[in-house]
């Protein structure tokens, strides 16, 4: 545990559905809920305006329209979330170089690690600045907690939701988590609280008052043992960077299950892409590669295979993810797809030889080789597949220019024709095989209305400065 509270959790508010109302200016202050909107779909986000209704995330979407029929249902669209995520995870690391992401909208910050004073003034200068940041680069806002502990900063920043900050003063963990309910503490989950409940143990602070011997009983050694700690407030835990992860990996979640074997192909193509850009952006090399599948039934496997030496060459880890996949049986329908590299190592001249003669090896026996130029490492060309108007979707219009798919059916499809920086747009229905109408990639939500890749701000957090201190004494502050 720290003596100051230079550990700093950020989380995002309402993600997804904050990232669509700043999209469609036609949203804004409404309910909308993003997820799968299929009949087995679940929510994923809710807006805060969604919320009042009861709408929550993990919450099937069936549910979600009896509690709020007037909301807007939307699917997904992960290339906008990760372009914001990418500029607001750029602006963490612009305090530390131990940065911790957790999700696209959630992170870890080791202020010390970046020169921050070990003061509550300073380090909570520090997270109302980067609040402002966050708000003037993407027009989205976050949750900051601070804490002297991982565990800690995270039940802070939940209590600062929305959009505030709040101080968890070392020296006053156990006042502050014993009448919580033992959910709070990280690592426990429906099966653990049951074991508990059971017990009589429902708080954070019968669980302490149970004793590390109680807990062991009841759970086993490893788990018990940390639980108990965790309830008395401590956790040693260190932010721990990407670049001294073990893994790196991306996965995808598809509202409609995917039973196309082509189309699954493909997507672990992109996936494998995915992975070699995170792998080079830490500067690092894999040597095992991993991918995961879970299937329509929700049940999940894997599959690995370890290379001759690390890489970080596109074409090694795609091949190698393609013959992964051949070994899964995906004709019952795809939920989930994920690819990642294990066995990580800084990228080194024997790496390199080692990798040149596996790939001169394979070229020997007739393996594939990549193609030179402008088109490799990209996907072979396939048959195009029927277009799917889901709502939410971006489009384009010879005519009326940039929209997104309110809904379909009947063979009509409606598009509002709005952007994130116009009124709210007019409402067009078409035929749904218009040849005027294509669908479109999302507009970012960074570079206003030209559209520079660049983010309108590039702020550097002051490490001092700023709001003033909370009153002396104070166990939690918030703002």
Known sequence: MRRAPTILHLDMDAFYAAAEQAAKPSLRGKPVVVGGIGPRGVVATASYEARVFGVRSAMPTAQARRLCPNAAYLSPRFTLYRQVS???????????????????????????????????????????????????????????????????????????????????????????????????????????????????????????????????????????????????????????????????????TFEVDLTDRTRVRIEVLRLADRCVQRLRAAGRSGRTVVIKVRNYDFSTLTRSETLRGPTDDPAVIREAAVRLLETVDTTGGVRLLGVGVSGLADFTQEDLFAQMAMERETEEVGGVVEPEGETAGEPEAVVELPRRWYPGLDVVHEEFGAGWVQ?????????????????????????????????????SLLGGPDQSSAPAIRPKSESAGGAADSAAGAEISRR
Do not use: C, N
């Open 86 to 252: 990418d500029a607001v995870m750029e602006l963490l690391r612009a305090l530390s170089p131990l940065v911790e992401p957790l999700s696209l909208d959630e992170a870890f910050v080791d202020l010390e690690a970046g020169g921050v004073p070990a003061e509550t003034a300073a380090a909570r200068a520090v997270g109302e600045q980067l609040r402002r940041d966050i708000r003037a680069v993407t027009g989205l806002t976050g949750s900051v907690g601070l804490a002297g502990a991982k565990m800690l900063a995270k039940i802070a920043s939940e209590a600062a939701k929305p959009d505030g900050l709040v101080v968890i003063e070392p020296g006053t963990e156990r006042e502050l988590l014993g009448p919580m309910p033992v959910r709070t503490l990280p690592g426990v989950g429906p099966a653990t609280a049951e074991a508990l409940r059971r017990a009589g143990i429902h708080t954070v602070a019968e669980t302490a008052e149970a004793g590390e011997a109680e807990l062991v009983r009841l759970l086993g050694k490893a788990h018990g043992t940390g639980l108990y700690a965790m309830a008395l407030g401590q956790d040693e835990r260190p932010v721990v960077a990407e670049r001294d992860a073990k893994s790196v990996s991306v996965e995808d």
């Open 407 to 443: 809904g379909s059916g009947v063979g009509r499809v409606t598009v509002r024709f709005e952007t994130p920086w116009s009124a709210p747009g007019r409402v067009r229905t078409f035929v749904v095989d218009d040849p005027a109408l294509r669908p479109g990639e999302p507009l």
